[in-house]
């Protein structure tokens, strides 16, 4: 009997040092930052990253912060090994992960975003199309994340076309990560408007 790969949840994705010490800056892809106190040990791997923990590199939180100002938004994390700007820079792009069976519960009305991945969007009957991807909102100059807009979800339609559509909760009905499912009521035009079919003409 083989065993399957464990699925993953994506806490934060390593962006760049910030410090002398080997920490590292990271955008963070849940909502509670605090969860590193209580969840030190994680593992960083490639984006996308299916495999077991033996192919993961295990590492432990020793302490993190949240920036003020341009990076408001996001998280500095302090990893143990990691000492120096050489040491951060070497892991830097890599995504910090928690196996989905170590994840932490989470209240009744919120979701892991990297659950929202694959998720099929209905609106009310209608099929919209599958999740590949969650975009955050940034300032102009991409520098921070803008906390009170919602994420946009980028859902690839039936017929290819990318549409975006905002994972706001005023359009909500249900999310059913197991059965991969986003019930949603849209306004009218929304999908039409956002779509992007990447046709030049």
């Known amino acids: 009997m083989t065993q399957t790969a464990p699925a993953w949840i994506v806490l934060a994705h390593l962006l760049r040092p910030q410090g002398r010490k080997g920490e590292l800056l990271a955008e963070l892809f849940t909502d509670f930052p605090e969860r590193f106190e209580e969840q030190t040990r994680v593992f960083l791997a490639p984006s996308g990253f299916e495999g077991e923990e033996s192919e993961a590199r295990a590492m ?22 990691i000492e120096t700007i050489s040491d951060a820079e070497a892991v830097a792009g890599l995504d910090v992960l928690v196996p989905r ?23 009310g009957a209608t099929a919209v199309g599958t999740v590949e991807d969650v975009q955050f909102a940034t300032t102009a100059d991409g520098a921070r994340r803008l906390t009170d807009a919602a994420p946009l979800l980028e859902v690839r339609s039936l017929a290819g076309d990318e549409i975006l559509i905002p994972f706001a909760k005023a359009f909500l009905v249900a999310v059913d990560t ?12 929304l999908v039409e408007v956002n779509r992007s079919s990447g046709d030049e003409s």
């Open 60 to 81: 432990e939180v020793v302490a993190f912060w949240l920036p003020v100002g341009k990076n408001q938004g996001r998280v500095v994390l302090q990893l143990a090994g």
């Open 101 to 123: 069976e170590e994840r932490l519960p989470l209240d009744d009305d919120s979701v892991y975003i990297s659950e929202l991945i694959g998720c099929t969007v209905y609106d």
């Open 178 to 189: 197991e059965a991969k499912r986003i019930e949603m009521k849209l306004p009218e035009g």
